[in-house]
């Protein structure tokens, strides 16, 4: 990876815990750009869970492709804006 390349994580099948009162609007699947060079299961199942403030059950991760970091200062981990 170059030095501004970060990862870029699919994350898929998640099983979310069903107590909760809007389950039908938290996504199963989805891609996020993860900000640093490394990552973990557990670092980025943290991350989900305090991002949609619930619990899953499980769910799988795959490192997809990678982004470059513009710099840009609008906004976390890059963009087109500028």
């Known amino acids: 990876m170059k030095?501004?390349?970060?990862?870029?994580?699919?994350?898929?099948?998640?099983?979310?815990?069903?107590?909760?009162?809007?389950?039908?609007?938290?996504?199963?699947?989805?891609?996020?750009q993860w900000s640093s060079k490394s990552w973990t299961v557990d670092e980025v199942s943290d991350w989900i869970s305090k991002k949609f403030d619930w619990v899953f059950n499980s769910l799988s991760i795959d490192q997809v492709g990678t982004w470059e970091d513009s710099g840009c200062s609008c906004?976390?981990?890059?963009?087109?804006?500028?």
């Open 75 to 82: 906004c976390a981990g890059g963009c087109a804006c500028c």
């Open 3 to 32: 030095e501004k390349e970060f990862p870029v994580l699919k994350v898929t099948n998640v099983d979310w815990d069903k107590d909760h009162d809007e389950i039908e609007k938290l996504p199963t699947e989805f891609e996020l």
